[in-house]
């Protein structure tokens, strides 16, 4: 007799203290749903699991029943990996506790936890843990890529910060990793993504930061877009380990402090967040309004958590988006060019091209300590993001994003990128990335975790 998709979740249910949803019950059109609205699944049943035992229940349902597996951390994937057809989508997001041990300044946070629970939990300590730009981004895929954003320079990623994890393996068993247990496991998940199990739990060290830090925003035109992008690179260059800076193509924002007719317009960008001194942080500011003054700036203290916000309404759910990414060394006067080309392509006011500073912290840690995907020699991780409001409108951006990233190829560290802004299968990218080293190293890994490659919907290690 044939089992019906009802029957699984049926027993399922039974298994699990969490919620079993199949099509037609109330909540599964919201289950279902990710971020980028390009992406529009039918899932055959979503675990909303509420414990790690759970989600054993989950992976041994799906492997008896020979369902794809998905895992949702915060949904982010641009490219829908955490959802499936027909398959089975293990949803993190009822996981969401975040406990802070001040004394120990270590924080555990559960697999559906978003970089917003973290935030708060942490700063309410004067602690932080680095972590991405957006505070709607799952703390789980974020951090098993590796996880880059404003504390990069001053802490490293969010890998290096990254103690142990409780995983549930390929068989359903439950396994806790650190760099004494299952010390090669610990090791694969610092960059490895989501290929050797789902994570229910991270262990990581928290950093004293704010709760106060310092933030600034020039804007320059088009017409400026030579002339800023070499005052950005010089100033970048100067900049002391507790200054962080970001460089963008953006559109001035329609905020209060943007004169109405440059609101919207396109331009370049660089902020600058200030985590040691004030006075390192007005240094750079006057230094940067005398070498190219901006049509627009913005200078301010701001609470931490407002950082980690700023970009959240600007990247909401029910968008469309696509992305491609690169590792460029430096900003030279080719990659000026390029930018400057490429950039005033974009149509969509929400499209971005932002480049993340990695050096300094990022630097300090050796390159085989983790299994991220990128030397730990200084460079500019570039992100090209294609960001609609309309499904009509999403091609032209995406054909932006992929000549903007053509242009870019030629001049970057071995067309190499950081795996978690890969929107599309790229095989052979990944293994470039990775290096053959690494890729070999985490392939065995992976052989002895998932000899099924039962979790294959992310960057897959084959
Ligand atoms: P999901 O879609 O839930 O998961 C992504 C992948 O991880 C999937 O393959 C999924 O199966 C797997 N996965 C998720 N949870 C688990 C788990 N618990 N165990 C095992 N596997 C799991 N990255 C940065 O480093 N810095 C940034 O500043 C940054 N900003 C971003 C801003 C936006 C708007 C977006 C869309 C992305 C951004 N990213 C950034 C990229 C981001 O790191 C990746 O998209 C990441 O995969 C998102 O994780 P998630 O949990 O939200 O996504």
Redesign the pocket.
Known sequence: MTRTIQQGADELRAAMSGTVLVAGERGYDEARR???ADIDRYPAVVARCASATD?AAAVRYARAEGRE??????????S????VDDGLV?D?SGMREVTVDPEARQVRVQ??A?LSDMNAATQAHGLAVP????G???????????????LTRSCG??IDNLLGAE??LADGRIVQTSPAEHPDLCWALRGG????????EFRFRCHEVGPMIDFALFFWGLDQGAEAWRCMREVSATLPRGLTPILGAINAPPAPFVPEANQLQPGYAMMIAGFGSPEQHAAAVEQVRAQCPPLVDLVTPMPFVALSEM??E??AWGQY?Y?KSVYVAEVTDEVIAAITEQAPAKTSPLSIA?L?RLDESYCDVGEEDTAFSGGRTPRW?T?L?A?TLDAASLPAERAWVRAFYEALRPLSLDDTA?V??MTEDEPDRVRASYGPAKYARLAAIKAEYDPDNA?H???NIR
């Open positions: 990710v971020l980028n989600v597996i998905a895992v949702r951390g915060g949904a982010h994937s641009m829908g990996q955490s959802t293990i993190l697999g559906g978003l972590a991405g730009i957006v709607h981004t799952g703390v789980s895929g974020l951090t098993l890529g590796g996880g880059m954003g404003w990623l969010s995983v549930v993504g989501g290929n050797f199990g789902v994570v229910t970009f959240d600007a990247n988006y992305e932002l993340y991780a992100f993001v960001n950081y978690n802004a979790f919907r992310n960057i």
